[in-house]
């Protein structure tokens, strides 16, 4: 027994060995899922020019995350893993053709070498696929909204739910809105190009919808650990920016471009050190990217000094209200509700009206703010959209009613699917809990 003490199980070193085996495996699967969804939208616009399919560019896009979850846990992860990721479904391209047996003629029509590894450079004028892929999923034989639905999962990365959310319906409509638009694209063999012309008008107003959208969940994360994706709104300035240089004689272009820089400039200010979440009256303002800010406020001007201007400059004057104000104190809410009305007329919606809600509150007392919030929940499309309850639960709070307030953040709680916005909300029914029970003592 004393021997058996003294000298460790001729096995432990082994089994320990595969515990560090598996672990790094698990964690190399992680980096490569992180990867591929980090690139995703870049793979599949590349293939979906080199295809000319966007079912087949997803479908290559797969094969190449199922050969780098073969070959990476084993070889390691590539210095530039989105080339390698590229490279690998392209091949995997040319293979499914030349099985097809079409390579001669396919193969010579679209003009690829079997051996090269590097993808083409675009050929559309603006050097950038993605730019590329957001014009052919908003194709006008696509209904608007099916246009904009297709773009956030190709371009965008979001998932089905996160798409369905933001369109307040359900995950399974949405689902079967996705798969009609790509098999309509594929039917109607809609070439892979960014328009000129009254084509590039009569799909700008959807690429713009998408751009907003995207950037929206980048702001605000609809579900996970994290309350924000900076690298969803970055791209998604980085492609309203080459709108602009296409487009620029286009209001909305500029305001929307705008609205992304100013709001984007609050992104150092949104979370604290550990990822918490830190409201937009509590921020300090010195930590908000001035130079962001000063890039918006130029793209307004260049937005309010053309005709045509619409909600996304509407928007970019509010989000610059807020910029111009060094302190929270100094916000012209006033000035924010009449814009608030003019989009509320301009572009009706539930949102609206609920921001229109806090606007009124911030300017003129909470009283008045819960009067349009509270007409607001007979609304069918915000009955699980968990603002509503967190708006009712601040101006509820703010007016004392503490124990309705406590049951409308629990509510909220339950509605969001961001762990950080539910932390966030959570604590604050603690706090009216609190309340309430020193108030008993």
């Known amino acids: 027994m004393a021997a058996n003490d003294s000298h460790p199980h001729p096995t432990m070193p082994t089994d320990i060995a595969c515990d560090d085996s598996v672990a790094r495996s698990r964690a190399t699967h992680r980096a490569i899922e992180t990867v591929f969804r980090m690139e995703r939208a870049r793979i599949v616009a590349a293939l979906t020019r080199f295809t000319r399919s966007v079912d087949l560019a997803e479908e290559f896009a797969q094969d190449a995350l199922i050969a780098a979850l073969r070959s990476w846990p084993v070889s390691g992860i590539p210095d530039k893993p989105g080339a390698w990721l590229i490279a690998s479904a392209r091949r995997r391209a040319i293979d499914n053709f030349r099985r097809a047996r079409m390579a001669n003629g396919k193969l010579a029509l679209l003009g690829v070498d079997a051996e090269v590894e590097v993808m083409a450079e675009p050929d559309d004028g603006m050097g950038d696929d993605m730019l590329g892929l957001m014009f052919v999923s908003c194709h ?132 604290d050190a550990d990822g918490k979440p830190i409201l937009l009256l509590d921020q300090i303002r010195s930590r908000w990217d001035h130079l962001l800010i000063n890039r918006g406020l130029a793209a307004l001007a260049k937005a309010e000094a053309l005709p045509q201007q619409g909600p996304y400059t509407l928007q970019a004057a509010i989000a610059a209200c807020h910029a111009r104000a060094h302190t929270a104190e100094e916000t012209d809410w ?75 953040f629990e509510r909220a709680a339950a509605l969001t699917q961001n762990e950080r916005e539910r932390a966030m909300l959570l604590e604050r029914a603690q706090a009216c809990r609190n309340e309430l029970a020193g108030k008993k003592k």
């Not at 809105?177 to 012309?197: N, Y």
């Not at 209001?251 to 992304?260: D, Y």
């Not at 509270?374 to 968990?386: F, I, K, S, W």
């Open 140 to 271: 006008p034989v696509l209904s608007g909204d099916a246009r904009a639905a297709l773009t956030l999962r190709l371009v965008g990365g979001l998932t089905t739910e996160e798409i369905a959310r933001a369109y307040l319906v359900s995950e399974a409509a949405m689902a079967q809105r996705i798969v009609r638009a790509k098999r309509t694209l594929s039917d109607a063999g809609v070439p892979f190009e960014v328009p000129s012309g009254p084509d590039r008008t009569e799909r700008l107003s959807s690429v713009l919808e998408v751009l907003y959208l995207v950037f929206n969940e980048g702001y605000s994360a609809t579900r996970g650990d994290d309350w924000m994706r900076p690298q969803l709104c970055q791209e998604a300035m980085r492609l309203g920016r080459m709108l602009a240089l296409l487009a620029p004689e286009d209001a909305e272009v500029h305001g929307l471009v705008a609205l992304m820089e100013i709001q984007a400039s609050r992104l150092p200010a949104r979370t």
């Open 334 to 408: 006033p000035r924010i509700t009449v814009l608030y009305a003019a989009l509320a007329a301009l572009a009706p919606s539930p949102v609206v009206e609920l921001n229109r809600a806090m606007a009124l509150s911030m300017a003129f007392g909470p009283a008045t703010g819960l009067e349009l919030a509270d007409q607001l929940m007979q609304e069918p499309a915000l009955r699980n959209y968990h603002l509503l309850p967190s708006v009712r639960a601040d101006l509820l709070m703010k007016l004392g009613r503490i124990g309705e307030a406590l049951s409308e």
